[in-house]
């Protein structure tokens, strides 16, 4: 094994054309999307004529063909302009996709999968439940075998792009048993006469569109069972895994966002004829961030490259999101303080940073849930 602390001339290409469409075309649209808690849908047209939806997927499959390192690579961009829109974007890119890839039959792939890498199509995906949230296992939602297809019943909370998607991963049981056996994911193209989707008001991440689904007999065709097979929920225990490498990446653009923001304020704001910066208390405190985004990134990258080994297990999945997403709320934090009144004020981007990372401690597995799977790997089982 070698160590290299450089990305790879094809990274940093990655790093900048995700940059520049970042500057140029979608950091005008974020402060509107934010105050109308409405995502610009057209925005998925662009990522995909530009191949930034399939980064991390085969280009045999319709992807770019490239790594999880370049994965992370545009989330930590996109998160450091807005993670509103970075959070829409990994719903599609890995929630709602991920697993069709992974166990999609060709058909599947063929309908579902390129459409959504090319930007045609939106995706969600439908896993939490209002009594299964960290609890996956205590998944209601049913499905039942009629002529054809399937029945769904059952809801499904705070499922990210449903408002607009154009299909949803929906992981219901297939048996009446509460095994995690019988946890299978169905592909439900939307609108399906049986999806009942409210979307939700919230303080973090609002452009980002989020929904209350009620299932009420939704017939789905045998053809949108994913994989054509039932029990895969091994397919969501490893895609989840991955993702929170990526929602780690996301995290880390939020601190890089928060603290840069920062160190801007601490230079140009004079108290008492000093630069706050100059104060001690204040210096102290942007030495911290940096050196806590510094391990943070590091650890990201770690994962990044244990995923493109193929060599990522649950446990350094779990320490990689739980050290990154505190990161992100302890530096955001951090840098409202720096800001005085002003962090408290709309018009400076802190305080939207710091509530838009306070998603990331509950998300893709709350904080205590990553605690839990850490803990589990080190024998001691709660
Ligand atoms: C903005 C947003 C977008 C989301 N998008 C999606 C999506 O697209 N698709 C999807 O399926 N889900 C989505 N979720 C759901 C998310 O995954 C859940 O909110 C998360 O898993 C926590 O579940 P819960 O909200 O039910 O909290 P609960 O499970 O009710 O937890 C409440 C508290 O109890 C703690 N707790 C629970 N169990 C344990 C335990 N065993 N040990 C220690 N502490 C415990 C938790 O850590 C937490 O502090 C989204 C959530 C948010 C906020």
Known sequence: MSLNFEFSGEHEGVRDTIRRLCQDELAALVSDAEENEQFPKHVFKRWGELGLLGVRYPEADGGSGLDKISDCIVREELSYMSQAFASTWSAHTHLGIWPIWKAGTAEQKA???????????????????????????????????????????????????????????????????????????????????????????????????????????????????????????????????ENRVGVAANALGMARAAFDAA???????????????????????????????????WLVYYGAWRVDQGTLDAATAARVKLVASETAVAVSEQAIRIFGGAGIMREFPVGRIHRDALVYVIGEGTSEVQRNIIARSLGFKS
Request: charged share 25%.
């Open 111 to 241: 309908r579902f999968l390129q459409p959504a890498l090319a930007g045609e199509k939106v995706a969600g995906f439908g896993l939490s439940e209002p009594d299964g949230g960290s609890n996956v296992r205590a998944m209601k939602t049913r499905a039942e075998r009629v002529t054809g297809g399937w029945r769904l019943n059952g809801s499904k909370l705070y499922i990210t792009n449903a408002p607009f998607a154009d299909f949803l991963l929906v992981a219901a049981r297939t048996k009446s048993d509460l095994k995690p056996e019988s946890i299978s994911l169905f592909i439900v193209e939307l609108p399906n006469k049986g999806f009942d989707i409210s979307k939700l008001k919230k303080e973090g991440i609002r452009a980002s569109e989020t929904a209350l689904i009620h299932i009420d007999n939704a017939f789905v065709p045998d053809d949108c069972l994913l994989g054509e097979m039932e029990g895969t929920y091994p397919v969501i225990l490893d895609s989840l895994s």
């Open 263 to 297: 160190v801007n304020y601490a230079d140009e704001r004079i108290v008492a004829g000093k630069r706050v910066g100059q104060y001690q208390a204040i210096g102290h405190k942007l030495a911290d961030m940096s050196a806590q985004i510094e391990a943070t990134r």
